[in-house]
């Protein structure tokens, strides 16, 4: 049964990416995000302090890291545009608020 329900989700997914060929891209690149931070962060493995500098104003130390974080994920729409050639933020299931 397992394999039956595994086959038509394989199914119903190859023919939305026939119908939305976009949506084969994204789902291609947000299956690989996991991979290309694991990759950006493997330098970082071995980094024992760093140092966080900013501007006058703002929060300022660890305070900072909260923001920092939602600048760079903020980014991620506009990066995986740039390198698959599609727009990612505007696609919502049917229905979907927002």
Same mark, same amino acid.
């Given at each position: 049964?397992?394999?039956?329900?595994?086959?038509?989700?394989?199914?119903?997914?190859?023919?939305?990416?026939?119908?939305?060929?976009?949506?084969? $891209?994204?789902?291609?690149?947000?299956?690989?995000? %996991?991979? $290309?931070?694991?990759? $950006?962060?493997?330098?970082?493995?071995?980094?024992?302090?760093?140092?966080?500098?900013?501007?006058?104003?703002?929060? $300022?130390?660890?305070?900072?890291?909260?923001?920092?974080?939602?600048? +760079?994920?903020?980014?991620? %729409?506009?990066?995986?545009?740039? +390198?698959?050639? +599609?727009?990612?933020?505007? +696609?919502?299931?049917?229905?979907?608020?927002?």
């Amino acid at each position: 049964r397992r394999s039956q329900a595994d086959a038509a989700q394989a199914a119903a997914k190859a023919e939305a990416f026939a119908r939305y060929p976009e949506a084969a $891209v994204v789902d291609m690149v947000l299956q690989r995000l %996991p991979q $290309v931070a694991e990759a $950006v962060a493997q330098p970082l493995l071995g980094t024992r302090r760093v140092t966080l500098v900013g501007a006058a104003s703002g929060p $300022v130390g660890v305070a900072r890291i909260p923001s920092e974080i939602l600048d +760079v994920v903020s980014r991620l %729409p506009g990066a995986i545009e740039a +390198v698959a050639g +599609v727009t990612v933020t505007p +696609v919502r299931p049917p229905g979907c608020l927002g």
